[in-house]
Structures are given as structure tokens and as C-alpha cells.
């Protein structure tokens, strides 16, 4: 079955730097685009970012801009979420979530991982 | 950037009752529009997208309408398990995608 497992998420100063990484199997990676959403603790859904099935193309939310990049690699079905200069309000559960179209983009999401937190505090 | 408001932020209602959700958009989304369903400690599914359509393996109890700028989730008959928060989401102008702030369905 489809599966995304993200691993990488804990405590950091603010400042610092942090990977995400998120495990994808029982489905062809290389032919889906891949989203980040995070969820700030007792909040809602805020999309951070998307990358095309290729790593053709990549757009992120103004707030992460120039702080955060997406990536893929194909070759071992795993998504990526490089945090720099994190901030206290980064402080979320990043799930990772497949895009719902085979071989292209539509921006719905499905399935989603389970979510990896990732706190920034000093 | 495209807003979403949802109403109410809670509705409260016992199973077997019918559930309306509402989700209006700041600018004409088209059909660009989804919902998903969030519980406790999980993360999101998808239920319906583009509007209308239900997705893999969402019961017929679950239903989206509306075009443009005002959308619906309609649940015929609650389910214990639908209790949970509802988000809708657009797609139609982006980056940004964006979400509404949630409606809480709870038991009354």
C-alpha cells in the first residue's frame, strides 16, 4: 500500500538548520509530484512547498522563501525538506503528501504521511 | 492570495443528523476546490476534490458542491467516526495553495 514515513523533525535553536526527509513506498515515486504542509500546534494547514515528479519545478510560500528547499531523489523514493534560518514560528508538524495526479499536478493531496515535529526554540 | 473562510468553526450535532459545512473564497476559485478531514492525532485525508468528486474510497455519505466563490461538504447521516475537523483547500490561483481555518465537528 502507499506508504510516506518523514523522519528528521526535533528541537532547534532558532538560526539553525534542519533535513527533513520523507520514506516513500508502494506506489512509482518518480511519477508524482510531492508537497510539504506544515501545522502549527493547534492550528491549521499551511502549505509550505511542491515539487514536480521530475524536480523540473519547485514553488514554495512566501514565508520560507529563500530559507527553505524542496528536493527530490528518485533513485532512493525519498522527498526532501531542507530548513535554514529557522524561526520560532516554524515551529510545526511537516507532513510530507503525494500529489493526487499520476504524471502530473493537480495540488490535492493524497495520501499524507503521519508528520514529523519540529520545534524551534532556544 | 486566495482567503477561504469556513463557518461555523464548530458545529455540533448527534449521529445520524445531516452536516452542512461552508468554505467561501475571497475570489472565484472555480471548481479548484477540496476538503479534507483531519482527527485528532492524525494527519488530513482527502474527500472530495475539484468540488464535487469523492475520493478513493470516501463513503456516498460524503458530498462537496458549489463553483465560484461558495462551497459545501455535506454529510448525510453522521457516522461516529465523522467526527473531526474539516478543512477545504484551493488550488485555482497559486503559489500560494491555501486552506481554510477549519470547521470542528463535534458531538452534540
Known amino acids: 500500500q502507499v506508504q510516506l514515513v518523514e523522519s528528521g523533525g526535533g528541537v532547534v535553536q532558532p538560526g539553525r538548520s534542519l533535513r527533513l526527509s520523507c520514506a516513500a513506498s508502494?506506489?512509482?515515486?518518480?511519477?508524482?509530484?510531492m508537497h510539504w504542509v506544515r501545522q502549527a500546534p493547534g492550528k491549521g494547514l499551511e502549505w509550505v512547498a511542491v515539487?514536480?515528479?521530475?524536480?523540473?519545478?519547485?514553488y514554495y510560500v512566501d514565508s520560507v522563501k529563500g530559507r527553505f528547499t524542496i528536493s527530490r531523489d528518485n533513485s532512493k523514493n525519498t522527498l526532501y525538506l531542507q530548513m535554514n534560518s529557522l524561526r520560532a514560528e516554524d515551529t510545526a508538524v511537516y507532513y510530507c503528501?503525494?500529489?493526487?495526479?499520476?504524471?502530473?499536478?493537480?495540488?490535492?493531496?493524497?495520501?499524507w504521511g503521519q508528520g514529523t515535529l519540529v520545534t524551534v526554540s532556544s | 492570495e486566495i482567503v477561504l473562510t469556513q463557518s461555523p468553526a464548530t458545529l455540533s450535532l448527534s449521529p445520524g443528523e445531516r452536516a452542512t459545512l461552508s468554505c467561501r473564497a475571497s475570489?472565484?476559485?472555480?471548481?479548484?476546490l477540496a476538503w479534507y478531514q483531519q482527527k485528532p492525532g492524525q494527519a488530513p485525508r482527502l474527500l472530495i476534490y475539484?468540488?464535487?468528486n469523492r475520493a478513493t474510497g470516501i463513503p456516498a455519505r460524503f458530498s462537496g458542491s458549489g463553483s465560484g466563490t461558495d462551497f459545501t461538504l455535506t454529510i448525510s447521516s453522521l457516522e461516529p467516526e465523522d467526527f473531526a475537523v474539516y478543512y477545504c483547500?484551493?488550488?485555482?490561483?497559486?503559489?500560494?495553495?491555501?486552506f481554510g481555518q477549519g470547521t470542528r465537528l463535534e458531538i452534540k
Open positions: 503528501a503525494r500529489d493526487e495526479l499520476y504524471g502530473g499536478n493537480s495540488n490535492w493531496f493524497d495520501p
Open positions: 508502494g506506489f512509482s515515486f518518480n511519477s508524482y509530484g
Open positions: 515539487i514536480w515528479y521530475d524536480g523540473s519545478n519547485k
Open positions: 475570489q472565484n476559485v472555480s471548481s479548484y
Open positions: 475539484d468540488a464535487s
Open positions: 483547500q484551493q488550488r485555482s490561483n497559486w503559489p500560494p495553495i491555501t
